[in-house]
């Protein structure tokens, strides 16, 4: 468990790390509309463009089912716990603790960071990332491969009308699943500075 937690450090240490430099590079590239409800409202609109890229990448696997789901108990009141479900050719993401994230007073970001392992040693890693990036005022949704480093960024950012949770809901196309569950841990990063992960322990199955 500490070797994986390690690992999931290091890697969204590194991801994070060069997203931030692109998007400050970028300067408004990828900013967000006037207003959140706006954001809301154009976010499933925005995504439906993606939704049929990438079904088939060549990998093992087929793409991830519809129909699944799993949960998980955080260990911090910034992210109490978490849901995820496939619907279709979409991952809904749901995230509590959401308002207490916006309170905090981060200086450069605050990211969601979702790894979704297949089973088995061998089996491919997801990496997706959800950023809010304060400087620049710009948001980032991404989907990594981290076997082959092939990414994806999405547009839009939460759809949730509670302020209490974050929601929204990305093409899964590019996830594959081989045999068996696939499992996933979800980390809160502030300020490049892990401080909350769900589950408080070991993974969480989507099945």
């Not at 070797?3 to 430099?21: E, F, Q, S, W």
């Not at 959401?98 to 890693?125: E, H, R």
Request: hydrophobic letters at 30%; a negative charge; aromatic letters at 8%.
């Amino acid at each position: 468990m500490e070797k994986g937690r390690l690992y999931m450090k290091k890697t969204i240490a590194a991801t994070l790390a060069a997203m931030l430099v692109m998007t400050m590079v970028a300067c408004g590239e990828n900013d967000t509309t006037d207003t959140e409800q706006a954001t809301n409202s154009d976010n499933q609109a925005d995504s439906q463009e993606y939704a049929g890229g990438d079904s088939d990448n060549g990998e093992d696997g087929t793409p991830i089912a519809s129909g699944l789901s799993g949960s998980c108990d955080g260990d911090s009141e910034l992210m109490p716990s978490a849901r995820l479900e496939t619907t279709g050719q979409y991952l809904g993401i749901s995230i509590d603790g959401y308002d207490k994230v916006k309170d905090l007073a981060a200086s450069q970001f605050y990211a969601y960071t979702f790894l979704i392992k297949n089973p088995g040693d061998n089996g491919t890693w997801y990496q997706i990332n959800l950023a809010d990036y304060l400087a620049t005022e710009g948001t980032k949704r991404e989907i990594t491969n981290l076997k082959t480093n092939e990414s994806n960024t999405y547009p839009g950012w939460t759809t949730s009308d509670d302020q209490t949770a974050f929601e929204t809901n990305i093409p899964d196309t590019m996830i594959h699943q081989k045999e068996g569950n696939l499992t996933w841990t979800l980390a809160l990063t502030v300020d490049g500075e892990e401080i909350a992960h769900c589950p408080a322990d070991g993974d969480a199955d989507l099945k």
